[in-house]
């Protein structure tokens, strides 16, 4: 991959990188369709497949995620994508070296998946060493992950621009993401809470009744059967510091929805 990418560059071909942990979806097709326009009709788009371990707190999530290759080179296909990078592994056996960023990181995931966003900063490093993007494109349903990828690329001087692309949700609200395959029928359902949060969240700011917000947001989620909080948070979305709930501010939460963990974020 490395040495293709190499050739490329020297060719001037812009390459635009998607990575991707599979299981792709209709979120992921339109970040690729956000990776051919930056990279034009005579660029290159990679889509990456990788279901990184190192990015996982809880082996039996790591065992549980999905891995439809069929599906997702079939996907790809279609979205006219160039090359689909999928190594089987991208570590060496006593790999010693991480990436370890120490401001955006903390709080909200990397509070509640220790050790997740060190896996996540690496792989992306490698991923880029690896394939020499122009860009990356990076989803907005992880606006943490997003903001730590800018912040990585901005001190280690990564060359590729980072762009991050809208989220993309079914009819309902409900983000797109690889982990609804495990929600059940009364649990699809009931998932929409915390996209009706946000939603809450936005009207609560206009009307400008804050009092005890994030504690009635809590509650609302949790009056569906199913639905267990790890977190509501508000926040500056260029910092990332915790902040008082108004109007430009962004919210995200974390809810177990039975056994499946699902984020969201939004501005309010």
């Not at 009092?211 to 609302?220: D, N, Q």
Request: aromatic share 6%; net charge positive.
């Amino acid at each position: 991959m490395q040495r293709q990418a190499q050739r490329w560059q020297r060719d001037g071909v812009r390459i635009v990188l998607v990575p991707t942990m599979g299981a792709l979806h209709a979120g992921h097709a339109s970040l690729i369709r956000r990776a051919r326009k930056a990279a034009g009709k005579n660029g290159i788009v990679v889509v990456s497949i990788y279901v990184n371990p190192t990015q996982f707190n809880d082996a039996k999530d790591l065992r549980a995620y999905p891995r439809p290759m069929a599906a997702d080179k079939k996907l790809c296909r279609a979205e006219g994508v160039d090359v689909v990078f999928a190594p089987k592994s991208l570590y060496e056996k006593d790999a010693s070296t991480v990436i370890d960023e120490t401001a955006v990181s903390l709080g909200m995931e990397g509070e509640s998946r220790s050790g997740h966003f060190q896996g996540v900063a690496t792989v992306v490093v490698k991923l880029c060493n690896l394939v020499q993007p122009t860009a990356a494109i990076f989803g907005e349903k992880d606006w943490q992950q997003a903001a730590l990828i800018r912040r990585v690329a901005r001190d280690l001087n990564l060359p590729a621009r980072i762009i991050v692309a809208p989220t993309m949700r079914e009819a309902d609200g409900l983000a797109c993401s690889s982990r609804n395959v495990h929600l059940n029928k009364s649990e699809r359902q009931q998932a929409t809470a915390l996209w009706q949060a946000i939603a809450t969240a936005r009207a609560t700011v206009r009307k400008g009744a804050l009092r005890g917000l994030k504690r009635r947001l809590i509650l609302s989620i949790e009056n569906q059967p199913a639905a267990q909080v790890d977190y509501v948070e508000f926040f500056d979305e260029q910092t990332m510091q915790p902040v008082n709930p108004k109007k430009g501010t962004r919210m995200a939460l974390a809810v177990y929805v039975g056994k499946t963990r699902l984020i969201d974020n939004g501005r309010l």
